[in-house]
């Protein structure tokens, strides 16, 4: 799924409000396998909504430089728009001809998506066919389409369960741009929802919940059977946690920063308290999303995965665990990929904050 038609392509490029990640991976006799990978912190503004000039220039200045540090051979780029600045939803339709499933979706389009659909690119994506029992009835959307339908006063006895994704022309636009003035060349678009799910997920079966904690933002996902099914955003990240106890302590941001990565959720001083307070958004977030995924399924997530930045807090697997009362993991995106085994410690102390980077690369392989 993705907003551009797949390409051949090897470099991963995560833009980030705050820094760049940037993984080039290679297939080699059907294994992915790490070639070059770089990171370069620096405030470039935020993309979405900063000004689209002065961001676009900062943002391509910085890849270019990291491209060229890292000694990357690749021209051909897939990156991530965020999570929150792409409208999702997931619909049911009963199973029609090409055509009208088509129309269909688009009329439903229309219900969730906030901006004309001239303003916007439109993708779906069938997640599965349901064969419907009489004991449990889905019923689907109500549209033209169906309202045509001979048998419309009875439940289809086959239904689509279809997975909706738009994103804005102007803010595409505003990616396309980044990567020109890069002088690289932008094959795919997707969203980070699906390069995480890529890197964290892979194939596997079992319902996952994904907290991917940046730097100004944290995500919380659901996967089922690799496609992201429930999303949110809340703009809480890892600098909101190092301010306030920067603010606290009446200490500088680094020192902040250090005492936060040292300590944690670790129970040694009061600075878990101040972070358990910051964190409660997240949570509120967390209960909310488990509950809806509930509600509208009737299933239960099986396993919580924790990326970004934030992921190796002291303590914080332990104190997810206690909320969602399941397994709670931090990600490892480098699982699926071959490397030098000498790179092992370096790579796995960056790897929760390289999972979008990694799920980019891996989208071609």
């Known amino acids: 799924m993705g907003l551009f038609r797949k390409k051949q392509g090897y470099l991963g490029v995560d833009l980030g409000s705050t820094s760049i990640k940037l993984v080039e991976l290679k297939n080699e006799r ?45 021209y051909q780029v897939v990156t991530a728009l965020p999570n929150f600045a792409v ?9 029609m001809s090409k055509k009208d499933l088509a129309s269909a979706v688009k009329w439903e389009a229309k219900k969730f998506i906030p901006l004309p659909l001239e303003k916007v690119v439109l ?7 349901i064969k419907q029992k009489k004991s449990a009835v889905i019923l689907p959307q109500k549209t033209p389409q169906l309202e045509n339908r001979n048998n419309q006063k009875d439940p289809p006895k086959r239904i689509y369960k279809i997975l909706l994704t738009a994103a804005s022309r102007e803010l595409i636009k505003r990616y396309v741009n980044i990567f020109s003035l890069a002088d690289l060349q932008l094959v795919s678009l997707e969203t980070e929802a699906f390069a ?42 890892g600098v909101n946690l190092t301010k306030t106890i920067a603010e606290h302590l009446n200490i500088d941001f680094k020192k902040a920063e250090q005492i936060k990565r040292d300590i944690g959720l670790s129970k040694t001083s009061k600075i878990p308290e101040i972070i358990i307070k910051e964190f409660r958004p997240i949570v509120e977030e967390i209960n909310y999303s488990l509950n809806a995924y ?8 099986e396993k919580v995965i924790l990326s970004g930045g934030s992921a190796y807090l002291p303590n914080l697997t332990s104190y997810i665990s206690n909320i969602v009362k399941t397994k709670v993991f931090i990600g490892n995106p480098w699982a699926r990929i071959a490397y030098p085994i000498d790179l092992k410690p370096a790579l796995e102390e960056i790897a929760p904050r390289f999972a979008v980077a990694i799920g980019l690369a891996l989208r071609e392989m």
Not at 87 to 95: D, E, G, W
């Open 30 to 74: 059907g294994i992915p396998t790490l070639q070059t990978y770089g990171y370069a912190e620096r405030a470039m503004g935020d993309i979405v909504r900063g000004n689209p000039e002065e961001v676009q220039k900062k943002a391509a200045d910085l890849l270019k430089k990291l491209y060229k540090k890292t000694g990357a051979k690749s």
């Open 123 to 129: 993708d779906w994506k069938i997640i599965e066919e």
């Open 196 to 237: 995480l799910s890529r890197a964290l997920v892979g194939k596997e079966e079992t319902t996952t919940m994904i907290i991917d904690s940046s730097a100004v933002s944290t995500d919380i996902m659901i996967i089922e059977k690799g496609v992201p099914v429930l999303n949110r955003s809340i703009d809480v990240g």
């Open 294 to 301: 509930q509600t509208q399924t009737g299933k239960m997530v």
């Open 87 to 95: 409208f999702n939803s997931v619909i049911t339709l009963p199973v």
